[in-house]
């Protein structure tokens, strides 16, 4: 089974801060790697797919880049609405693996 | 308007079953293939199982295979997770997902259902 490594596990950040988060897969999977945000209480909603694609309605400050194992998701600008938890997923194979999750904290 | 809205979580003594329902409106149900996905007390996300279009192929993580069960009610645009056999670390909030239909991503979710295994 693919395993999926994000670092950090947690960060704290001001307003206006550019912050990146990174996902590491134990094998290739191409760009098959999508990341979600999860605000407390709340279901995750998709942010970016196929490693680099903005979903619709996902502000532009919001991206990602990468591919084979080594994938990025920035915030630039962050907003104090941007607390949550964002989640990196791959879709190579199934099982369809996630992240431990890291946690954005607002300074 | 998407929406997903999962029901039929609670309380259930270990060794236990459980029958978990998703109600799915504003799309068309059956052209997508399904999926839930379970995230335990304060951890993260975990995969559980997926179901296509028709309900005749179905994939499961290995922790749940042979007790967990997904189907589909295409009629009544409604997902199922059948919980059998239930153990302590199945205790979690479990969330229904539809897979996009041209990116291979969930695009939309459900509230969530908390189950919780206890004597």
């Known amino acids: 089974d693919i395993q999926l490594t994000q670092s950090p596990s947690s960060l704290s950040a001001s307003v206006g801060d550019t912050i990146t988060i990174t996902c590491r897969a134990s094998?290739?999977?191409?760009?098959?790697l999508n990341w979600y945000q999860q605000k407390p209480g709340k279901a995750p909603k998709l942010l970016i797919y196929a490693a680099s694609n903005l979903q619709t309605g996902v502000p532009s400050r919001f991206s990602g880049s990468g591919s084979g194992t080594d994938f990025t998701l920035t915030i630039r600008s962050l907003q104090r609405e941007d607390l949550a938890t964002y989640h990196c997923q791959q879709t190579y194979s199934t099982p369809w693996a996630f992240g431990q999750g890291t946690k954005v904290e607002i300074k | 308007e998407v929406q997903l809205v999962e029901s039929g979580g609670g309380i259930v003594q270990p060794g236990g079953s459980l029958r978990l329902s998703c109600a799915a409106s504003?799309?068309?149900?059956?052209?997508?293939?399904m999926h839930w996905v379970r995230q335990a007390p304060g951890k993260g996300l975990m995969w559980v199982s997926r179901i296509n279009t028709d309900g005749t192929r179905t994939t499961y993580a290995d922790s749940v295979k042979d007790r967990l069960t997904v189907s589909r009610d295409n009629a009544k645009n409604t997902l199922y997770l059948e919980m059998t056999n239930v153990r302590a670390d199945d205790t979690a909030v479990y969330y229904c997902?539809?897979?996009?239909?041209?990116?291979?991503?969930?695009?939309?979710w459900g509230q969530g259902t908390l189950v919780t295994v206890s004597s």
């Open positions: 997902a539809r897979d996009g239909l041209t990116v291979r991503a969930f695009d939309s």
């Open positions: 094998q290739t999977i191409d760009i098959y």
């Open positions: 504003g799309f068309t149900f059956n052209r997508h293939w």
